[in-house]
């Protein structure tokens, strides 16, 4: 199975500030790359696709780049409401798989 | 646009077994591939495995293999998960999701709304 290796974890940042999570494949995956933002007591939700695509209705401050094995989440400026687990999941092959998670918190 | 709705919180003994549905409407049930992650407590989102069920066959993660049955019935449109030989760690919040459409080609964010199994003596 293919692992993925979410860097850092946790994460602490200022309002405004630019920040990046990264993900690292154990195996090249093309661009099958998802980024999710999660909430207490919520369902995942998905920010970006295709390791760079901007899912409808996300706030262009999220991007994200990368392909083969190694993809970035971009938050280019951190607003309160990004206080959340960031993960990433390869949907390239069976079984899929998800970072271990980034808790991103607002200082 | 798809909808998923999953079966009520369980509470098992350790060493049973638990079976949850995952009811879609709203779509092409067959075509969708179908995936379960779990998360316990505190932790992070783990997939278990998924099925596609015009295909019919199922693929498991590693940690899962023996443990976990996932079916599917296209009459009622209902995905299903077993999970066998329960124990304290399977406590967590299971998820039926679609992460694409079916062609593959396009993202498609549907979730569950969780179901909590918690497993207790």
């Known amino acids: 199975a293919i692992q993925m290796t979410q860097s850092p974890s946790p994460l602490s940042a200022s309002v405004g500030d630019r920040v990046n999570i990264t993900c690292r494949a154990s195996?090249?995956?093309?661009?099958?790359l998802g980024w999710y933002q999660q909430k207490p007591g919520k369902a995942p939700k998905l920010l970006i696709y295709?390791?760079?695509s901007l899912q409808s209705g996300v706030p262009s401050r999220f991007s994200g780049s990368g392909s083969g094995t190694d993809f970035t989440l971009t938050i280019s400026s951190l607003e309160p409401e990004d206080s959340a687990t960031y993960y990433c999941?390869?949907?390239?092959?069976?079984?899929?798989?998800f970072g271990q998670g980034t808790k991103l918190e607002i200082k | 646009q798809v909808q998923l709705v999953q079966s009520g919180a369980e509470v098992k003994k350790p060493g049973s077994s638990v079976k949850v549905s995952c009811k879609a409407s709203?779509?092409?049930?067959?075509?969708?591939?179908i995936s379960w992650v779990r998360q316990a407590p505190g932790q992070g989102l783990e997939c278990m495995g998924g099925?596609?069920?015009?295909?019919?066959?199922?693929n498991y993660a590693q940690k899962f293999q023996g443990r976990v049955i996932i079916s599917a019935d296209e009459s009622t449109s209902t995905a299903y998960m077993e999970l066998s030989s329960l124990r304290s760690e399977d406590t967590a919040l299971y998820y039926c999701?679609?992460?694409?459409?079916?062609?593959?080609?396009?993202?498609?964010?549907?979730w569950g709304q969780g179901t909590m199994v918690t497993v207790s003596s």
């Open positions: 709203g779509g092409t049930f067959s075509n969708y591939d």
């Open positions: 295709t390791a760079s």
């Open positions: 999941l390869q949907d390239y092959t069976y079984p899929y798989t």
């Open positions: 999701a679609i992460f694409k459409d079916p062609t593959g080609l396009h993202p498609v964010d549907v």
């Open positions: 195996q090249a995956i093309r661009n099958f």
């Open positions: 099925i596609m069920p015009v295909f019919g066959t199922a």
